[in-house]
């Protein structure tokens, strides 16, 4: 119980959990969109909960050991009262780092956030008077006992006398020396240690309040799983840092619940019901995989084994996919002048949660507008992992309702500010409440049944805030990508059985998983891929929501859940990211494939890459290293540069690349680099200037504050992404040539 608060203290002192966005969940909390009184008082509320919880158990575990507390009326308020030190502690820590957070933010003035301070204690207070005001009516002290004659009733219940003899003989084993308790408002009482009681009378006052107590948090328990069974209403998703502490509550109640029912077999029972559920799920009798929706799960399986790996990437399926992709090449060499040799361009977006689909989106929106359409046009892939993915994926469907005539302008900066909504509400709130208790929430789709867990809350959360379009199946958008009026978007999560990636595309790709047909007879090549049509044909593959696709690409341990698809043994999928972050591999692997036709009919390839962290970071610099750091040094240091090595390979295909590929290739950098905030012209709040070393990076998460935001947006604008827009211009042949003798940097800055 103590680390519990021991975790929430790191947490709101941004020590633990920072690189997450943990601390955001409780210092900036959002609701419906907004960070406001309704948000605070919410958030207020469920620590009310947990606070009630801990107080509720601590009293039905150590009460016991306070015998003058049941000589006393109303002993659980006094406990209570003199069980707040920790509680009240936490509660001016918090509103320190909360007034500091939003103060320092500059987007809320200071009227605002006492508001929302006095919302998150009017909460709290709201549900310690309703649990209190019930204890005070409810619970029996000495003197109740006595004016009812309650003894008589003590006597001959067998039961309840053998459950009071054995808490006596822990009383006496257990008993605190204490001289003084305190009384609102702090007021000292000395003990009375004169005083006499009868002790079996005095334990049966404690019994009383324990079962008052234990009935309590079975209710509260039973109210927040009912409220979640209907937390598909956006009314009902309440902040994430409010599930937290509804978690929290959980693990409190249940402690105390089973330390009062069973005593000492406690631990035996937590162990045995353990090993229960680990049978239970090793058998399939109780079902706790994430599936992908739109996958029929209820007929036979295919085999995942190497014989049948070879036989989908066989040399006729090679031809045949190849051939129908240069046919969508040739439509794409279409769009532009007979006379002309177009660039082509492959986009390349990184993973990194909502922070790289926010700048990924906002990225391709300004370098799209600052090409006039152009980046878009000549573009033909897109490749990448989790959050990256999701960005691209978003704008291509605008760009697409835009050529439709759905949307005026795919370019509105309204678009941004969708995608950069929370998500973690609904999706934590479903893994606390459904996920770890009771899945037995259903929906259908395609006239399959689904269980609704935390990846469909995910989901639907996304497909709201985006327009509910990329929520429509993987085959959607087949027609328009053949026809080249898109980009092809190839998803490759990594499968963990194996370290392959899943190719996932409406379009027959088996040349991505295998070696080029001149070479992979003679030399014993591993397959590098599976491709997911060809696999899960008779599992209705085609009908798979194009959404879930996007999550297995974007799967980040524990919070998006790794998906299991239907073959023998099982495919279980993770983040594409663990693979390839970065999207290089699928471009490079889809260049050499098509080099003879791209160098051919094009004046080069740019790959754009859209990546959320330098391509250069300075060397850290460490002082003295305690013995737990250089314990686990070796493990944490390969983890923190994991994705600088994948950068290096990436840097070594692209100079091989330049070897093997006849035509102009070049690589263009769009990084996030975070930048100090404007405030902006609608906001009532001070204008704070922000010291460079104070910019923080955004969190990795699926929940931004408004500072996160507003820095993912103004990075593009930074000097760096200034240059590079300016160099694909001129890659692109689109130069403005009355700049004059302008430095192009500043010539761009101008016109954003």
Partial sequence: MLLIWFLLFGFVSQQLGQWMGIPYLFLDPEYMGNVDERSMFILGMSFGIFNMSFQLTSYILDSNRFNFLGTLPSPFL?????????????????????????????????????????????????????????????????????????????????????????????????????????????????????????KSLLIKVFDQNHMNAVFIEVLIFVLIV?????????????????????????????????????????????????????YFTKNGILKLDNEAFGINYH????????????????????????????????????????????????????????????????????????TDGELIKNCFLMTGASGGMIGSAFFRDLYYRYKTGKISDYHDEKYVDAIAKDVLNPLLFNFFVNDIFFRIRNFELNGLKYTKDRG?????????????????????????????????????????????????????????????????????????????????????????????????????????????????????????????????????????????????NTSGVVIVSIRDSDKETEVEKRKGQTIFEKFFNPIGSLYHNWDMLQDINNDNLVDYAKGWYPGNLDVINFQYKPQSVNIPKESKGPTIAIDKKDVKRASLSWHLTKREKESIKQSIYGANNVAALEKLKILLRQTDTTSGNKNPVEHISEKF
């Fill in 78 to 198: 006094l406990f209570f009262q003199n069980n707040s030190i920790i509680p009240s502690a936490f509660i001016l820590f918090y509103f320190y780092n909360f007034f500091q957070l939003q103060y320092n933010s500059g987007f809320e003035n200071l009227l605002q956030i006492i508001l929302e301070a006095g919302s998150f204690l009017m909460g709290t207070f709201l549900i310690k008077f309703i649990l209190l005001h019930y204890f005070r009516l409810s619970n029996k002290d000495m003197f109740k006992l006595l004016a009812n004659n309650l003894e008589f009733t003590f006597r001959q219940n067998k039961f309840n006398r053998v459950n009071v003899l054995k808490n006596l003989s822990i009383a006496k084993k257990s008993k605190y020396k204490v001289d003084y308790y305190y009384q609102f408002p702090l007021k000292l009482h000395p003990i009375d240690k004169t005083k006499s009681v009868d």
């Fill in 226 to 278: 009912l409220f979640g069974q209907f937390n598909d209403i956006p009314a009902l998703q309440i902040p994430a840092g409010a599930s937290a502490f509804i978690f929290f509550s959980f693990v409190i109640m249940l402690t105390g619940a089973l330390s009062y029912w069973l005593k000492g077999w406690a631990i035996s029972t937590v162990v045995i019901i353990f090993f229960s559920l680990n």
């Fill in 299 to 370: 007929i036979s399986r295919p085999e995942f084994s190497l014989e049948h790996l070879s036989s989908l990437s066989s040399d006729e399926n090679y031809l045949a996919d190849r051939d129908s992709t240069i046919k969508i090449l040739e439509n794409w060499k279409a769009k532009f002048p007979m006379e002309n040799k177009p660039k082509m361009i492959f986009i390349c977006t990184s993973g990194g949660g909502q922070r790289a689909a926010v700048w990924a989106f906002n990225a391709l929106q300004v370098v799209d507008k600052g």
């Fill in 456 to 600: 469909f809350a995910f989901e639907q959360q996304l497909s709201r805030n985006t327009g509910m379009s990329l929520s429509r199946n993987l085959m959607f958008l087949a027609k328009p990508e053949k026809n080249a009026e898109i980009p092809m978007i190839i998803l490759s999560p990594t499968v963990v059985n194996d370290g392959r990636k899943l190719y996932i595309s409406p379009q027959n790709i088996s040349y991505m998983c295998t070696a080029e047909l001149s070479s992979k007879h003679n030399t014993e090549q591993r397959i590098k891929g599976i491709e997911f049509r060809r696999m899960y044909k008779d599992q209705w593959a085609d009908s798979l929501r194009f959404m879930s696709g996007l999550r297995m690409s974007a799967t980040f341990p524990y919070i998006t859940p790794n998906v299991v698809l239907p073959s023998y043994p099982a495919m279980e999928i993770m983040d594409a990211g663990l693979s390839d972050n970065y999207g290089f591999t699928d471009a490079m692997r889809f260049l050499f494939v098509f080099r003879d036709w791209i160098s051919k």
